[in-house]
């Protein structure tokens, strides 16, 4: 499956911003799909994470309660909605899928190219 995530930019803290990552192929619906980012000179974090079917998801601790996760199987698309925006959420966000609901990286096999988040305080 290849995944091009968009809806990136510059934000005002505060703000919302939706993320959007399309899937292609057929097979959008057989994988777990994850967000994940990545600060200057930091590691790539885990962000939230949905089930094949969308009706399990989980978050980070930094974003639970500001950011959710959600996927439309019809439109091969998984969204991150973003909230609340903080300067500390500035990143590179990527979507990622693969067999396991899981919050660590190396478990999912595929990546969208990323997409940059920038808040502004």
């Known amino acids: 499956v290849q995944l091009q995530a968009s809806g990136g930019g510059l934000v005002q803290a505060g703000g919302p911003l939706r993320l959007s990552c399309a899937a292609s192929?057929?097979?959008?619906?057989?994988?777990?799909m994850g967000w994940f980012r990545q600060a200057p000179g930091k590691e790539r974090d885990f962000v939230a994470a949905?089930?094949?079917?969308?009706?399990?998801?989980y978050a980070a601790n930094s974003v639970k309660g500001r950011f959710t996760i959600s996927r439309d199987t019809g439109k091969n698309t998984v969204y991150l909605q973003m909230n609340s925006l903080k300067p500390e959420d500035t990143a590179v966000y990527f979507c990622?899928?693969?067999?396991?609901?899981?919050?660590?990286?190396?478990?999912?096999?595929?990546w969208g190219q990323g997409t940059l988040v920038t808040v502004s305080s």
């Open positions: 990622a899928a693969g067999s396991a609901l899981a919050a660590t990286a190396h478990l999912y096999d595929y």
């Open positions: 949905i089930d094949r079917s969308g009706s399990v998801r």
């Open positions: 192929g057929r097979t959008f619906s057989s994988y777990v």
